[in-house]
């Protein structure tokens, strides 16, 4: 060890290249000469190869900072398409039959994710339920729902609900969120037991509100700032449409509509 390290740090007269131009003006592909030799990778350097790779000097055959960023960015993509083509098959052992919801199950429940990421918002969640699929006990109840609901009963079903836009109106629906809770768990419960007590209430004594008229300032508000003129001469949640034309003037041609 002592004889290799007096050999690197001593002082050469003379340059052990005789040409210069070997080293200099080698190609981009090219490796040094005593890299070249390595056969074997368990192969040691003696002290001379050693002093050698010191002296080689760097001859521009490396990619730029970027070029190492591009070719990690490469690979990062690489990494997910072997993901994609071996790991994902595996998924379809865990495959199930999709069931649509019945009246057993009437809940919509929404709830928000980025992809792993973490954020205030992936612990809110949003109930929606159609009044129609509620345990109510006749049209008084139904009514007094829709008072003690407040702006959160709408007459047509929320445009972020999970709800077919064809889906039937009835007598609407029930919006309740919330995000007051660090678990969405947590946030589930609350509104589930919210909706509980709603449907409790609205049962007890259902005559109550009878002569109490639904507020739907709520609903027209949303409209007017939507700015489509939904809300002008009495076409409140009631846009005219092909529907509401003569049948006489309609073409016979059922491509022109």
């Known amino acids: 060890m002592a004889s290799c390290l007096a050999r690197l740090t001593r002082t050469r007269a003379f340059p052990r290249n005789p040409n210069p131009s070997a080293s200099s003006h080698r190609l981009f592909s090219a490796s040094s000469s005593v890299l070249a030799r390595r056969v074997k990778p368990e192969e040691k350097l003696t002290a001379d190869q050693a002093f050698d790779l010191l002296e080689d000097d760097f001859d521009d055959d490396d990619t730029t900072s970027a070029g190492h960023l591009m070719l990690r960015e490469q690979r990062r993509v690489l990494y997910y398409l072997r993901l994609i083509e071996h790991e994902m098959p595996k998924l379809v052992a865990y495959r199930k039959p999709y069931i649509p919801p019945t009246s057993e199950t009437p809940l919509v429940v929404r709830s928000l994710d980025y992809a792993g990421e973490e954020h205030p918002a992936t612990a809110k969640r949003v109930v929606v339920v159609a009044v129609d699929q509620l345990p109510l ?69 259902p005559g109550t509100f009878k002569d109490v008229p639904v507020d739907l300032r709520h609903v027209r508000s949303k409209i007017e700032k939507a700015k489509r003129g939904d809300h002008l001469r009495g076409r409140l949640l009631n846009r005219p449409s092909i529907a509401d034309f003569p049948k006489a003037w309609l073409p016979t041609d059922s491509s022109h509509y």
């Open 137 to 205: 006990r006749g049209a008084s109840a139904i009514h007094k729902l829709k008072l003690l609901a407040g702006p959160r009963w709408t007459p047509n079903p929320p445009t972020d609900a999970g709800v077919q836009k064809d889906a039937s109106w009835g007598n609407g629906y029930v919006k309740i969120s919330c995000e007051n809770f660090a678990t969405p768990a947590m946030n589930l419960k609350w509104a589930s037991d919210t909706l509980d007590r709603l449907i409790l209430e609205a049962n007890r004594n």
